[in-house]
């Protein structure tokens, strides 16, 4: 019975809607921040911090994103493989021309949070360069940055 009362409280009942952003033109920190919110839940009452209460986005025409100041050329990402010396470096003007979607992708993980339920959140973002996605019959409902 009290497994039963916590999934009510909690709201962990199944009512994640599903979003679709239109990344054309958008800031990169603001729309990740945006994503981050929706991720979490923290838009909804029934947030709390240790369930997992977000929603489900779709984000669309990610080879048009925009980045303010001189981020693309400033901006590192450091990966190590394990091995000594094998420290690399990639700038973010790389990822973005190799693939942008990993831009976002990397910019919404930094922001949840570092443990099993952040890694789940992670899972309910989808990201495509162009304006085509494989979502129609979910009915994404359009959110505006």
């Known amino acids: 019975m009290r497994k039963i009362m916590d999934t009510v ?16 033109q958008a800031v990169l920190g603001r729309l990740a921040s945006k994503i981050a919110t929706i991720l979490k839940g923290k838009h909804k009452p029934s947030y709390v911090p240790y369930a997992d209460n977000g929603d489900y986005i779709v984000v669309i025409n990610a080879k048009n994103l925009n980045v303010t100041g001189n981020k693309l050329d400033n901006k590192i990402y450091y990966k190590h493989t394990g091995y000594i010396g094998n420290m690399k470096k990639t700038t973010l003007g790389e990822i973005v021309k190799k693939d942008p979607s990993i831009a976002i ?4 993980k930094g ?16 990201v495509y360069n162009n304006d ?11 959110l505006e940055i």
């Open 105 to 108: 992708k990397n910019a919404v």
């Open 132 to 142: 085509q996605h494989n979502h129609h019959a979910q009915k994404p409902k359009k």
């Open 111 to 126: 922001m949840l949070p570092k443990n099993p339920l952040g890694r789940s959140m992670i899972k309910k973002l989808k």
């Open 9 to 24: 409280d909690m709201g962990k009942i199944d009512n994640k809607d599903w979003y679709i952003i239109d990344a054309e």
